[in-house]
């Protein structure tokens, strides 16, 4: 149980142009999922807080018109990078909570972003 | 701002060899999770402890929950080289905040 997918796996994209990433909870309603971006070999870094039929709530120094967050469903949340650059390069992971152990995050496997 | 300090942050060894990993933080956590994730791979939860002083095995690993949960390690004993990966600490602020605190994580290797 506590599964969660991610598409795409990878992703390889132009600068200046907008890449979605879709977080699905398979097995369970999540009513908050997370975002994080994690660059090699170091811990993870909150993006932003999603809940379900809200607005998302972004960690300070995160651009929310950058990162656009959209939690349409209780298995759903995507993260749309719009005019990626160079530097949007990283592997940004999405993690659910379930509805019982709610301290408890489950993650997705992660999308590898390159931009060229 | 809760902080959770980690150590080591890197670890090499060899197989059979014992290992602690430490996360320790002046802030007081409602819970703590443990994390491994390897390369290109989302971090896969280990356990979760909850009550102060408590302590949960894992085969070969070891978590334990400072009385104070302030606190918590991971032991693990016999080394293999499968149990390379990072591995890391999460801590929990309770109530509303569902957020995770993480560590800067333990990159350990472990050679054959």
């Known amino acids: 149980g506590a599964v969660v997918s991610q598409h795409p796996s990878r992703v390889i994209c132009k600068s200046g142009t907008s890449v979605k990433i879709e977080c699905r909870s398979l097995?369970?309603?999540?009513?908050?999922m997370f975002w994080y971006r994690q660059f090699p070999k170091q811990s993870l870094m909150l993006m932003a807080t999603?809940?379900?039929?809200?607005?998302?709530?972004?960690e300070q120094g995160v651009e929310k018109d950058k990162f656009l967050i959209n939690h349409a469903s209780l298995t759903l949340s995507t993260l749309t990078v719009t005019s990626a650059h160079p530097e949007d390069s990283s592997f940004y992971i999405c993690?659910?909570?379930?509805?019982?152990?709610?301290?408890?995050?489950?993650f997705g496997p992660g999308t590898r972003l390159l931009v060229l | 701002t809760q902080l959770l300090e980690q150590s080591p942050q890197f670890l090499s060894i060899q197989e059979g060899e014992n290992l602690t990993v430490y996360c320790n933080s002046s802030?007081?956590?409602?819970?703590l999770q443990w994390y491994r994730q390897e390369p290109g791979e989302g971090p896969v939860l280990l356990v979760t402890v909850v009550t102060g002083g408590e302590v949960k095995k894992l085969k070969r690993l070891t978590f334990q929950f400072g009385d104070a949960r302030k606190d918590s390690s991971l032991h693990i004993t016999a080394a293999q080289p499968g149990d390379t990966g990072l591995y890391l600490c999460?801590?929990?602020?309770?109530?509303?905040?569902?957020?995770?605190?993480f560590g800067k994580g333990t990159l350990l290797t472990v050679n054959p």
């Open positions: 993690s659910a909570q379930t509805g019982g152990a709610k301290e408890t995050q489950y």
């Open positions: 097995d369970f309603q999540a009513t908050t």
């Open positions: 802030s007081v956590f409602s819970s």
């Open positions: 999460a801590g929990a602020g309770g109530g509303s905040n569902y957020k995770l605190t």
């Open positions: 999603s809940n379900e039929g809200s607005k998302a709530t972004y």
